[in-house]
């Protein structure tokens, strides 16, 4: 099944965080795709991604949830375990979904921890606003790296009427720089700014000491990140900024409909599941004698 792809252990050194922060330092930006589970995984390890991200996105993309917020913290984490197993080699940055954090520190800490453990996560992201600092301390204290996610945050879609942008007047870009200085302080690691005015994450990257993730918010950021469904032309709807350089959609049906014509056909190829003559010659024995047996029924 996997012939294409050669041995994972062929990348020339596994992407992990020091090998981040040495591209930042360097002006070299990285990329980063959602993902969500190790076939795929092993493909993006293959191209060289750098990071994926097991987005919350997976309730919609996979689950089929109208937003994030349904998407559930066990099937997070062992989607994320499933993307590390298929990509060693890969940085592997995993969502804390809503409700896994926001009630209670220490449940908080506990599931982020779980995503370390369990999930094989190199980081987490929540997302955050500045009142979230002291949280995020904690985590940092507790060793958890954690990726405060700022600007748009899906999982408040519901205060907002629907998804949102961020940051777009005066008042709110400067909310956003307060955002994120006051990780920074909390001892977050990286940062994600979601759906932002250009001139105002350009700002942020300008005054942060932390490497900056771009989606949807410009291209002064370190790295980007978008959807890989979106990028692979499987989305329904797609934001412009993450358009399709592929259309696997298309070729996914296209691949099905000819399926069914095979099927229809009965033109399945090669039958490798064979029997040997002498086998072959005692079915042929063994059918005679129960067509034999249920010709005469009362015979015991
Ligand atoms: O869940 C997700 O996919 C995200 C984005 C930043 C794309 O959080």
């Known amino acids: 099944m996997n012939e294409e792809l050669s041995d994972t252990t062929k990348r020339a050194a596994p992407v992990t965080l020091r090998t981040l922060l040495k591209m930042v330092r360097g002006g070299e930006k990285f990329a980063c795709l959602t993902c969500y589970d190790a076939t795929t995984a092993r493909w993006l390890q293959e191209a060289g991604m750098h990071m994926l991200l097991v987005g919350d996105t997976a309730g919609e993309v996979i689950l089929g949830f109208p937003n994030t917020i349904h998407t ?79 600007g748009s945050r899906p999982q408040h879609a519901k205060m907002h009427g629907g998804y949102y942008a961020a940051g777009k007047s005066a008042v709110t870009a400067i909310e956003l720089l307060d955002d994120a200085r006051a990780m920074a302080e909390a001892g977050a690691t990286l940062l994600l700014v979601e759906a932002a005015p250009a001139e105002v994450t350009a700002q942020i990257v300008r005054e942060s000491t932390l490497p900056v993730i771009g989606c949807g918010a410009g291209s002064a950021c370190h790295g980007q990140v978008v959807v890989l469904q979106d990028l692979l032309g499987m989305s329904a709807w797609q934001p412009a900024f993450a358009l399709p350089t592929v259309q696997i959609g298309r070729q996914i049906a296209d691949a099905a409909q ?13 039958h490798s599941y064979v029997m040997n003559n002498s086998e072959r010659a005692a079915f042929q024995v063994a059918l005679a004698a129960r067509a034999a047996a249920a010709a005469e029924p009362n015979r015991s």
Do not use: C
Not at 262 to 267: D, E, F, H, I, T
């Open 72 to 150: 559930p913290l066990e099937f997070l984490i062992a989607l994320t375990a499933g993307v590390k197993r298929g990509a060693p080699a890969t940085l592997v940055m995993a969502d804390m979904p809503f409700m896994s954090y926001q009630a209670d520190d220490a449940q908080a800490i506990r599931n982020a921890g779980r995503f370390l453990t369990e999930g094989l996560a190199d980081l987490v992201k929540l997302e955050v606003d500045r009142s979230f600092a002291p949280l995020v301390a904690k985590m940092s204290r507790a060793g958890i790296p954690v990726v405060a996610h700022i």
């Open 258 to 270: 000819h399926w069914m014509n095979l099927v229809a056909s009965g033109n399945l190829g090669e």
